[in-house]
């Protein structure tokens, strides 16, 4: 599969990993002891919709559009406020074409003790990253690999944190990938917040990857998934999910009522569905 992030910003699969990615943080933030994040596939940080990238594709415009042109229910737009605020800010800054990735979604929530760890591998793209974080002296960009930095970088100082991973899938043997990194980045991290994103529609190796997961013997993963549409309907992304381990423990209702809510405004078509449950449930003390 090959996910280029400038064709597909601020489309569905990115509304509910930057949600969910908020909600961890919005927890995080609830203990006053400073915490760490480290973006392993960070991109660019900003991504212009009005792009010949982006408008090739016009994802937006089912994913952050349709959202941001929805009147929220009251316990929805809450859970929302700090998504929301990410993208308003973003946009009062860089203008209306404007949408943040992860790292300025996660730089905008951080305080005046935490820290932001970036890493990208392709040299144009860690360049341009470098320039849109240089201001923020809480942010470092790396050029390297994204696995082996998640290595060398574990455990953080501070003891607490997030890591996102969120790979292209470009390669035949990223699910394998991903599980290896996480299964030795646990090993040396075990009370840190991991959200793994990845994407659905037919073919992929979903289900291994899901049984590759469970045989890490990592407890408390919890797996959220959203399809747009059926996977056997046409060719393209059909939804996309995540794996969370040690999510916030107000998380899994959270993005319960999240989760039903998109469903209702970005399903598109026959076979529309989600699901938030536990891929593998907290160990019995």
């Known amino acids: 599969m090959n996910y280029r992030h400038a064709f597909h910003a601020g489309n569905?699969?990115?509304?509910?990993?930057?949600?969910?990615?908020?909600?961890?943080l919005i927890?995080?933030?609830?203990?006053?002891?400073?915490?760490?994040?480290?973006d392993t596939h960070a991109g660019l940080g900003f991504y212009h919709l009005h792009s010949k990238e982006a408008e090739r594709t016009g994802e937006w415009l089912s994913g952050i559009g349709r959202l941001l042109a929805t009147e929220l229910p009251p316990e929805i737009a809450d859970l929302l406020s700090p998504y929301r605020e990410a993208v308003d800010r973003v946009r009062s800054f860089h203008g209306d074409d404007v949408y943040p990735g992860s790292p300025e979604i996660a730089r905008g929530l951080l305080r005046g003790e935490d820290r932001l760890i970036l890493v990208e591998k392709h040299p144009e793209d860690a360049r341009q990253a470098k320039e849109n974080f240089a201001f923020d002296g809480r942010v470092k960009l790396l050029e390297r690999d994204a696995y082996e930095a998640l290595n060398a970088f574990l455990p953080p100082k501070e003891r607490r944190g997030l890591v996102l991973i969120d790979p292209p899938y470009e390669e035949r043997d990223e699910f394998d990938r991903v599980v290896e990194a996480v299964r030795q980045a646990y090993r040396k991290f075990s009370t840190g917040i991991y959200v793994i994103w990845y994407p659905l529609k037919a073919g992929l190796p979903v289900d291994a990857f899901y049984k590759a997961m469970v045989d890490t013997e990592i407890p408390k993963i919890l797996r959220l998934e959203q399809w747009i549409r059926d996977e056997r309907a046409g060719d393209g992304l059909a939804?996309?999910?995540?794996?969370?381990?040690?999510?916030?423990?107000?998380?899994?209702?959270?993005?319960?009522?999240?989760?039903?809510?998109?469903?209702?405004?970005?399903?598109?078509?026959?076979?529309?569905?989600v699901r938030c449950d536990w891929l593998v449930p907290?160990?019995?003390?």
């Open 27 to 38: 927890h995080l933030k609830e203990k006053s002891a400073p915490f760490r994040v480290i």
């Open 239 to 273: 939804g996309s999910g995540l794996l969370i381990i040690n999510p916030p423990w107000k998380l899994k209702d959270e993005m319960t009522g999240i989760l039903t809510f998109l469903d209702k405004i970005l399903g598109s078509g026959p076979g529309h569905k």
């Open 282 to 285: 907290e160990k019995s003390k």
């Open 12 to 24: 569905f699969a990115d509304v509910l990993k930057h949600i969910a990615l908020t909600r961890c």
